[in-house]
T-cell receptor, first 114, second 113 residues
Framework: ELKVEQNPLFLSMQEGKNYTIYCNYSTTSDRLYWYRQDPGKSLESLFVLLSNGAVKQEGRLMASLDTKARLSTLHITAAVHDLSATYFCAVAPYSGGGADGLTFGKGTHLIIQP | GAGVSQSPSNKVTEKGKDVELRCDPISGHTALYWYRQSLGQGLEFLIYFQGNSAPDKSGLPSDRFSAERTGGSVSTLTIQRTQQEDSAVYLC???????????FGPGTRLTVT
């Protein structure tokens, strides 16, 4: 059974600081996703990581994937208040597996204070 | 273009009643997924469709839950004899093809009283 663990689950940080959210998963996978969710809203896709060593950047966010370590990171650089949200990582079962549903981590509730 | 749409956005129902939730995927997307999000369980995968076929229904929480998809487009998730533990936000997602990026709809918030 695929399990996904995120940490930290809660993070309060000041604007201008850097921080990293970690996502560990338990079984082989070749697709990992990062989503953002604002309160009362649906999930917004941030990054799709498809191979070992993949790194993607968008603005102040950068995501990476190490499939050997079964670890993905979401790094926040010089945080700004607008990045306050809940961030989820989600892992797909290994290609060729039957089901294609994503297994989500519990989410990291990020608060960025001025 | 238009994203995934879901209706109703909110549904309040009495325990024991049946409810139907609807999902309209992005045009041309062949794969469709249902998830639910609750405080206690987080985000859970329920079922997916490739075309009109749902190969694996094991993620549905109980036999009170069923889903169908017609014409390779609209899908409905039906919950019979609703229970309070069914209260959650039900999210639908679609993707262009099997194993590609999933785009989520706004969700239906179901409250069972």
């Amino acid at each position: 059974e695929l399990k996904v663990e995120q940490n930290p689950l809660f993070l309060s940080m000041q604007e201008g600081k850097n921080y990293t959210i970690y996502c560990n998963y338990s079984t082989t996978s070749d697709r990992l996703y990062w989503y953002r969710q604002d309160p009362g809203k649906s999930l917004e896709s941030l990054f799709v990581l498809l191979s070992n060593g993949a790194v993607k950047q968008e603005g102040r966010l950068m995501a990476s994937l190490d499939t050997k370590a079964r670890l993905s990171t979401l790094h926040i650089t010089a945080a700004v208040h607008d990045l306050s949200a809940t961030y989820f990582c989600a892992v797909a079962p290994y290609s060729g597996g039957g089901a294609d549903g994503l297994t989500f981590g519990k989410g990291t509730h990020l608060i960025i204070q001025p | 273009g238009a994203g995934v749409s879901q209706s109703p956005s909110n549904k309040v129902t009495e325990k024991g009643k049946d409810v139907e939730l609807r999902c309209d995927p992005i045009s041309g997307h062949t794969a469709l997924y249902w998830y639910r999000q609750s405080l206690g369980q987080g985000l859970e995968f329920l079922i997916y469709f490739q075309g009109n076929s749902a190969p694996d229904k094991s993620g549905l929480p109980s036999d009170r839950f069923s889903a169908e998809r017609t014409g390779g487009s609209v899908s409905t998730l039906t919950i019979q004899r609703t229970q309070q533990e069914d209260s959650a936000v039900y999210l639908c997602a679609s993707s262009l093809a099997f194993q590609s990026e999933q785009y989520f709809g706004p969700g239906t918030r179901l409250t069972v009283t």
